[in-house]
């Protein structure tokens, strides 16, 4: 088993919303719930979630899920945070996650903990090429090999034009994941300790460092306001009523709806224009539903076959 830290403490200054950015849903639920349900479903031990701003609306929703949690009471840096995270993890095996990345797949987690134990290296990077590589951080590669990370405030111009990035997503070798963190220093422009000087420290210890690349950069993007999480919760959507599309349900105006995940729908359903389908709604071979149907945690029978603008669930009836 790989142990899991996932970095949920930074306040998210860009959301300009008093809830912590991590509590953001997308498709009614939490980022940072998201991400720990990944974690989980790629077979990682239960994850540490290192919490901070505005702690008190993010540790109801990780007890809600019997998931520990760590404050970083003072904000140094994602190198400080995973030190926070680490008290208390002993493996042979680290993966750390961020709390903002709503799309992550089990599978990505999977196969980057995969190709780090395969290659034995000391650290392994989730990398990614998006349409725009401003703001993150550049990989340095030479020889073929992975040498280091320069955020692009440190980069220089030839840097910068560097297009493959750091998502900020990696896995470590458990037993020198320790001294790796003891030796990184904020030496900076931010004056905070990188996470991302890792790679560096590790290849000064002898270790190897690996780029492992995801394809779909939308799954590994970070979400820092409120166009970044409206487009997060749009994809994430479209792939919902897309599967169901393939399944045979009858989504006459596939734009328009709003079906969440957990929702479960039969064979032969019709989901009108407009209709919104949250929570644990369960919806029977044959149903019909017609415009703007509003359905929470509902039951249809089989058969069943509602009017335009019906309202079922906590705030109907």
């Known amino acids: 088993m790989s142990a899991c830290i996932i970095l949920a403490a930074g306040q998210g200054k860009r959301m300009r919303s008093p809830l912590p950015k991590v509590a953001h849903p997308v498709l009614g639920v939490p980022m940072v719930l998201r991400v720990i349900r990944q974690a989980l479903a ?14 008190e609306l993010v540790k109801p929703l990780l007890d809600a899920e019997g998931v520990p949690w760590v ?34 797949r089990s599978r990505t987690i999977t196969h980057l903990e995969a190709r780090r134990r395969e290659s034995g290296a000391g650290v392994a990077v989730l990398t990614t090429v998006p349409p725009d590589p401003a703001g993150y951080g550049r990989m340095i ?22 297009r493959e990035i750091n998502t900020g997503l990696m896995a470590f070798d458990g037993k020198l994941l320790p001294s790796m963190l003891a030796r990184i ?9 990188y996470l991302t000087d890792a790679v560096e420290v590790a290849w000064s210890m002898g270790a190897e460092c690996i780029a492992v690349r995801a394809e779909d950069w939308r799954e590994v993007a970070g979400v820092n306001d409120r166009v970044q999480l409206a487009e997060a919760t749009a994809n994430l959507r479209m792939t919902v009523v897309r599967e169901l599309l393939m ?29 919104r389908l949250s929570g644990r709604t369960v919806i029977g071979d044959g149903c019909s539903l017609g415009d703007g149907c509003v359905l929470t945690s509902a039951i249809l029978p089989p058969g069943t076959t509602l009017d335009p603008f019906t309202v079922i669930g906590k705030h109907g009836s």
């Open 247 to 275: 399944a045979g349900v009858d989504i006459p105006d596939a734009d328009s709806v709003w079906i969440e995940e957990t929702v479960v729908i039969g064979e032969g359903v019709r989901v009108g224009r407009g209709c």
């Open 185 to 193: 220093t904020p030496d900076n422009d931010q004056g905070e300790y």
């Open 141 to 162: 590669v030479e020889d073929g090999r992975l040498r280091r990370i320069v955020e692009e405030r440190d980069a220089t111009p030839e840097q910068r034009a560097i």
């Open 42 to 55: 790629a077979g990682l031990d239960r994850p540490v979630v290192v919490i901070g701003s505005g702690r």
């Open 71 to 104: 404050v970083q009471e003072e904000q140094r840096g994602t190198a400080h945070a995973v030190s926070c995270g680490l008290s208390g993890v002993g493996s042979e095996s680290v993966v750390v996650l961020l709390g903002d990345v709503p799309l992550l």
